[in-house]
RNA sequence: GGUUCCUUGGCCGAGUGGCUAGGCACCGGUCUGCAAAACCGUCUACGGCGGUUCGAAUCCGCCAGGAACCUCCA
């Protein structure tokens, strides 16, 4: 069974095959979240995004090396780096230490992905833990001579890295058309030109965080954080960089010309964007302050959800979509994805019941490959929930006995659920979680059912119905069946 | 204004030249003491106008509408 996976490169807007540039390991980096706030829904997105990619390279037996950053520095509050650093702007509303800040975020954003089941990746650096080393790309990036201290802070050169080098290679925009179309921004006057970006910038007297560096007493900019941690932990020619579409430019095509000034060739091979989430047909996001948290679809707080919404569901509903698409945000659309995931998990709840056959008049083989090949035409998560509703879809008939199944094909199903909706898409069965330890539970449950089935054979309905209505109010589900009664907790 | 992209049935959402994706909802049927669940069936769409082709949702052009980026954003 050869795999050949397929992954769409942004730098070259092309679906290419995916070779390790080392091949069994591969290295891989995705922006990750700057920690001053909750994550909301949008931040699930490239969180799962890769995520998913994670497993499947696993699956495949690679030696995955998963560097996720914690941006806790350098993130500037406006426009051109000028303004005032998010984390500490938030310390001191809250009156808290920045890094008290950081910790408190880091760890409900660790829950809330603990939760959607996105595995943790190999590496979490944090931006401030890695000062030393900014400190040391900035200098060989001056040295190389495309960067200039001015007043304290270190500017990129961009006009000089165009002439050696493509400014623009990834967001495909070219200097001449930004030159015109870029706002001219107050303080800028330290820069030579409106494109430039900082690298290193000095800090205003009332700046809480500050590190000591050849050039002043000041902080490191967003882009270099990812250049500087990138390069540490993966080398400085790695396979994958992945991250929001909407990082693309400025923050991934600065990286790229930091990159390449430090190291005078492309180090990143495969670039990948996830797309997003929308809301009404507009962007889910900060600045429009139409975003919904996480928390708030776990426990249906937000004045826009009709209901809770578990974390599976949410998992569910991103991977429904292809990650190059974006997704719209509705209750309608959750609602639906909650219902879908609860068929295939009911489904395969089920497997067990199947009666074995001689014969199976059914195709199970070509199912395990349909999804191979859905996730190697870069990652097509959605086509591999059709096949797995498809294998649902045979479950249930074998089930009601309109088709026959082998002991070989119902082991396979099981297996097909297992690797794809358990293993790689990272789906977690929550559904009749009141195993652990709690037989004698479960064993009550089936004795109220059983005094339930004596007295529907006795025509007894009172009692019958008495059991299975006080039960659904309590919050099972009771569903009859030929073999008998099943439940499960709702 | 510039760059890039999108427009699929009631809703969501795959699909890049021919072969009913899938889910949710609705409706009809089977099953059931009734119900739920399950199963079977119905609904068969591709923004508009032209063009290329034996054949287009899929390629090209124009038009309309929408989005992302161009300032922090996943």
Same mark, same amino acid.
């Given at each position: 069974?050869?795999?050949?996976?397929?992954?769409?490169?942004?730098?070259?807007?092309?679906?290419?095959?995916?070779?390790?540039?080392?091949?069994?390991?591969? $290295?891989?980096?995705?922006?990750?979240?700057?920690?001053?706030?909750?994550?909301?829904?949008?931040?699930?997105?490239?969180?799962?995004?890769?995520?998913? *990619?994670?497993?499947?390279?696993?699956?495949?037996?690679?030696?995955?090396?998963?560097?996720?950053?914690?941006?806790?520095?350098?993130?500037?509050?406006?426009?051109?780096?000028? $303004?005032?650093?998010?984390?500490?702007?938030?310390?001191? &509303?809250? =009156?808290?230490?920045?890094?008290?800040?950081? =910790?408190?975020?880091?760890?409900?954003?660790?829950?809330?992905?603990?939760? /959607?089941?996105?595995?943790?990746?190999?590496?979490?650096?944090?931006?401030?833990?890695?000062?030393?080393?900014?400190?040391?790309?900035?200098?060989?990036?001056?040295?190389?001579?495309?960067?200039?201290?001015?007043?304290? !802070?270190?500017?990129?050169?961009?006009?000089?890295?165009?002439?050696?080098?493509?400014?623009?290679?990834?967001?495909?925009?070219?200097?001449?058309?930004?030159?015109?179309?870029?706002?001219?921004?107050?303080?800028? #006057?330290?820069?030579?030109?409106?494109?430039?970006?900082?690298?290193?910038?000095?800090?205003?007297?009332? #700046?809480?965080?500050?590190?000591?560096?050849?050039?002043?007493?000041?902080?490191?900019?967003?882009?270099?954080?990812?250049?500087?941690?990138?390069?540490?932990?993966?080398?400085?020619?790695? %396979?994958?960089?992945? $991250?929001? /579409?909407?990082?693309?430019?400025? #923050?991934?095509?600065?990286? &790229?010309? =930091?990159?390449?000034?430090?190291?005078?060739?492309?180090?990143?091979?495969?670039?990948?964007?996830?797309?997003?989430?929308?809301?009404?047909?507009?962007?889910?996001?900060?600045?429009?302050?139409?975003?919904?948290?996480?928390?708030?679809?776990?426990?249906?707080?937000?004045?826009?959800?009709?209901?809770?919404?578990?974390?599976?569901?949410?998992?569910?509903?991103?991977?429904?979509?292809?990650?190059?698409?974006?997704?719209?945000? !509705?209750?309608?659309?959750?609602?639906?994805?909650?219902?879908?995931?609860?068929?295939? /998990?009911?489904?395969? +709840?089920?497997?067990?019941?199947?009666?074995? +056959?001689?014969?199976?008049?059914?195709?199970?083989? +070509?199912?395990? =490959?349909?999804?191979? %090949?859905?996730?190697?035409?870069?990652?097509?998560?959605?086509?591999?929930?059709?096949? *797995?509703?498809?294998?649902?879809?045979?479950?249930?008939?074998?089930?009601?006995? +309109?088709?026959?199944?082998?002991?070989?094909?119902?082991?396979?199903?099981?297996?097909?659920?297992?690797?794809?909706?358990?293993?790689?898409?990272? &789906?977690?069965?929550?559904?009749?979680?009141?195993?652990?330890?709690?037989?004698?539970?479960?064993?009550? &449950?089936?004795?109220?059912?059983?005094?339930?089935?004596?007295?529907?054979?006795?025509?007894?309905?009172?009692?019958?119905?008495?059991?299975? %209505?006080?039960?659904?109010?309590?919050?099972?589900?009771?569903?009859? $069946?030929?073999?008998?009664?099943?439940?499960?907790?709702?």
């Amino acid at each position: 069974m050869e795999q050949k996976l397929v992954i769409y490169n942004t730098l070259t807007r092309k679906k290419e095959i995916f070779e390790p540039l080392n091949a069994p390991h591969v $290295g891989m980096y995705v922006c990750g979240p700057t920690v001053y706030g909750d994550a909301h829904l949008g931040h699930a997105r490239p969180a799962i995004t890769f995520d998913l *990619l994670f497993r499947y390279f696993k699956h495949l037996n690679y030696k995955v090396r998963y560097v996720r950053n914690i941006t806790d520095v350098g993130h500037l509050e406006n426009d051109a780096d000028e $303004g005032e650093d998010k984390i500490g702007k938030k310390a001191r &509303i809250e =009156q808290l230490e920045p890094m008290e800040v950081v =910790q408190f975020y880091l760890n409900r954003y660790h829950q809330a992905m603990d939760a /959607l089941n996105v595995l943790a990746p190999s590496i979490e650096p944090h931006a401030s833990g890695h000062i030393i080393e900014q400190i040391e790309t900035i200098k060989e990036i001056i040295k190389n001579g495309y960067a200039y201290e001015s007043n304290g !802070s270190v500017y990129f050169d961009v006009e000089k890295y165009n002439t050696d080098y493509n400014y623009g290679i990834l967001s495909h925009r070219n200097i001449e058309e930004m030159l015109s179309t870029t706002r001219e921004l107050d303080g800028q #006057h330290e820069k030579r030109s409106k494109v430039d970006f900082a690298l290193w910038k000095k800090a205003s007297p009332e #700046h809480i965080m500050r590190w000591t560096s050849p050039w002043s007493q000041g902080f490191p900019g967003w882009h270099i954080e990812c250049s500087t941690m990138s390069m540490k932990y993966l080398g400085n020619k790695f %396979d994958i960089h992945g $991250g929001g /579409l909407d990082l693309m430019f400025p #923050h991934h095509e600065c990286e &790229i010309a =930091q990159n390449t000034a430090t190291e005078k060739h492309q180090v990143v091979k495969y670039w990948m964007h996830n797309n997003m989430i929308t809301i009404g047909g507009q962007k889910m996001g900060k600045s429009l302050g139409n975003f919904i948290m996480l928390n708030e679809f776990f426990d249906g707080s937000h004045k826009l959800l009709a209901q809770a919404y578990s974390p599976m569901t949410i998992r569910f509903f991103i991977l429904m979509a292809h990650y190059r698409s974006t997704v719209d945000f !509705s209750n309608e659309a959750l609602q639906a994805s909650e219902k879908g995931l609860n068929r295939l /998990l009911d489904a395969y +709840s089920r497997i067990e019941k199947i009666s074995v +056959s001689e014969q199976s008049t059914t195709d199970i083989k +070509s199912i395990r =490959q349909k999804c191979y %090949d859905a996730l190697n035409d870069d990652l097509n998560s959605a086509i591999v929930m059709a096949h *797995l509703f498809d294998a649902a879809s045979m479950i249930n008939s074998a089930i009601g006995g +309109s088709v026959h199944l082998t002991k070989v094909d119902i082991t396979e199903l099981k297996a097909i659920f297992d690797t794809f909706l358990f293993d790689i898409l990272g &789906i977690r069965n929550d559904q009749n979680k009141n195993g652990n330890g709690k037989e004698a539970f479960g064993k009550a &449950i089936d004795l109220l059912l059983q005094i339930r089935a004596e007295a529907k054979s006795n025509k007894d309905w009172a009692t019958s119905d008495k059991i299975r %209505d006080e039960l659904t109010k309590i919050g099972f589900e009771i569903k009859d $069946g030929k073999e008998g009664a099943e439940w499960k907790l709702k």
